[in-house]
């Protein structure tokens, strides 16, 4: 299980360091969990020197390499200040700083260039899902940013998939409506690489997911953990949608070890 945590343009340097201290100050993340903050680029170099039980994400990340690229910064960048994990795709970036698809595709590249590993976000809007055209946007943003990848890069993709109307907005898409999604992504995959491929790669949720609906998000069979925006600005909360991975995971190893 993953469980990743974005929290977008918040939280003053110090607030920042202090969850950072809140973290570590906590017991021991849950066995068979990893756990990702994004904090906002400017934080990334100091907090990259932080012992806390965190993967370090970044939020963004430059289309193109070095040069003269005035404000950009480079994957490469990214992983000198301590960086793992990158998110790219963000409904909030392809729709409020306009990356279209070959954007998102270069910078699916760039982070993997780079030795990072990509979380790559997909949705559809309200109106997509009204229209029924839910799967067939989700399913192309998958094709435009990842298909043209050769197969050893995807052990360092993660998808999350995260409807628009539910971003920020206190509406979350029902664990039905989740798993249905969650699973054609997955049969994708497996039709683009293979059942390995396609089982390995971690499919998050993200879109109000907060402590009082993971557990019955995280239980769908092909929801391996999330995205958290919100939820994720306060220790307590953010640790108790860990935990709510830890309780799936721990099941799931309980699964495995008898099977
Ligand atoms: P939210 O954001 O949890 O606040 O809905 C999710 C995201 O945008 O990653």
Not at 85 to 107: F, L, T
Not at 204 to 231: M, Q, R, T
Request: charged share 20%; glycine share 10%; proline share 4%.
């Amino acid at each position: 299980m993953f469980v990743a945590g974005n929290w977008k343009s918040n939280k003053s340097f110090n607030e920042a360091k202090e969850f950072a201290n809140v973290m570590s100050a906590m017991s021991a993340m849950p066995e068979g969990v990893e756990v990702m903050v994004a904090p906002p680029t400017p934080y990334l170099a100091a907090m990259g020197q932080l012992e806390w039980p965190c993967r370090l994400g970044a939020q963004n990340v430059s289309a193109t390499g070095p040069g003269a690229q005035t404000g950009e910064y480079t994957a490469e960048m990214l992983a000198g200040c301590g960086v793992q994990d990158v998110i790219v795709g963000h409904s909030e970036r392809r729709d409020g700083h306009g990356e279209d698809d070959e954007a998102v595709a270069e910078k699916v590249n760039r982070v993997l260039e780079a030795g990072l590993r990509v979380v790559f976000c997909c949705g559809e809007s309200l109106q997509d899902r009204q229209t029924d055209v839910h799967f067939d946007k989700v399913l192309r943003q998958m094709g435009s940013g990842i298909l043209h990848l050769p197969v050893e890069l995807l052990d360092r993709v993660v998808v999350a998939y995260e409807p628009i109307w539910a971003i920020g907005t206190g509406l979350t898409a029902t664990a039905e409506q989740a798993q249905e999604m969650h699973a054609a992504i997955r049969g994708w995959l497996r039709e683009a690489y293979d059942e390995s491929t396609a089982s390995r790669i971690p499919l998050l949720y993200g879109g109000s997911c907060k402590p009082g609906n993971a557990d019955e998000l995280f239980a769908c069979a092909d929801v391996d953990g999330g995205l958290i925006g919100g939820a994720a600005l306060d220790p307590e909360s953010f640790r108790a949608i860990v935990d709510a991975a830890g309780r799936v995971a721990a099941t799931r190893m309980h699964v495995d070890t008898n099977s």
